[in-house]
Every structure is written in structure tokens, then in C-alpha cells.
């Protein structure tokens, strides 16, 4: 004799059905790019620890490399790259990933001005391309327009002889993955949320 199935048992058919379907729905990562190669088409970050919104904590050693797309149209405005992770006003250090070590450097500096509430379209800002350097004074000038601050420190001469992408705050990539190091969609984050960078 054959049972019938009803209720309860049909129900779970559909979602078993469903369930098996589905596959590998993929995995987000995200963090700071610290070097970009249009030409072999990688993209490499830190990864942001943090968990709150306009909190970022770029502290996930080591980095990560990502292929890109292959359909430009899965991939947002190219990454700009830099290695500056954190500035902290308070201690008057900034933090910068070095690439010959693999590791982070925190570099101490002296604050010569601070203005704050700075916004992206204010003309102190807009247009110009950071960071500044005036190799009289060993000064690095640049803005944060998360932290909407621009800020003018002088450095020791061992540190201001340091690349200028020392002091840039590489854009915030997001990629959407499958496959470790493989990315299908890419997003540029500071390109597209004014509270980063």
C-alpha cells in the first residue's frame, strides 16, 4: 500500500528542491587598496576589521589579492591606491602599510595646522590633488574627507623622503567572490560613500 504525502511533507518538498538549487551564493571582502595593476588586472587591499559604519580599522594582515572582473561592467571607477591605514590627531602618529616588510609602520609627526569640517567642494580642497609636500618646510599637507579634516604635519627628514603614496588614503574596494581571489563584481567604495577615505 502507498502513503500519501500531505501537509507538513509537501511543504518541505519545494524548500528541499530549493535548497539543493542554490549552490555557493559567494562571499563579500573589503578593505583599503594599497596597490593596483590595470594592466594584470589585480587589485590588492588590507582588510577593514571593523564593524562600524565610518569606523574602518584597516589591521588584517596579511594583504589580499583579488583578480578584477573580466566584465568591466561588474566593476565600478579603478581604485586609487595608497598606504596610509590611519591618522590619529590626538597621538600625532599616522600608521602606513609598508609593502617591503608586509607589515604596518607607525610614524610620528608634528601637527602645523588642523582645520576640521572641511567639506570635499570647499575650494581649500577641491581640485587639488594630496598629498601637498613643501620640501623646505619637510610638511605634508592632506585631507580626509571622512573625517572632513585637513591637516598640515611636519615630518623627520628620514620619513618625508618616503613616496608621496605613503601619505594617501588608498580608495575602500568591495568584491564580491566565488572563488579565493577571484573577483565577480567589484565596487569602489570612496567613489561611491562619502563617509570613506
Known sequence: ????LCGPALLAIPLLIGALGCGDLGRVDQGRAVAFDKGQGTVTFIRDASTKLGQPDYSVLPPVTYRIPTDRKEMGPDPEAGLRMSLDLQAG??????PASQGFQTIPFNLVEKKEKVEKDDSQVAGKTFPLLDDAKKTVTIYSGRQKTLVTFSLADE???LPPKTWVAGDEVRVYFKEPGKALRLMNVSKTDIFRK
Open 159 to 161: 620619513f618625508f623622503s
Open 1 to 4: 500500500m502507498k502513503k500519501k
Open 93 to 98: 602618529e599616522v600608521v602606513v602599510y609598508d
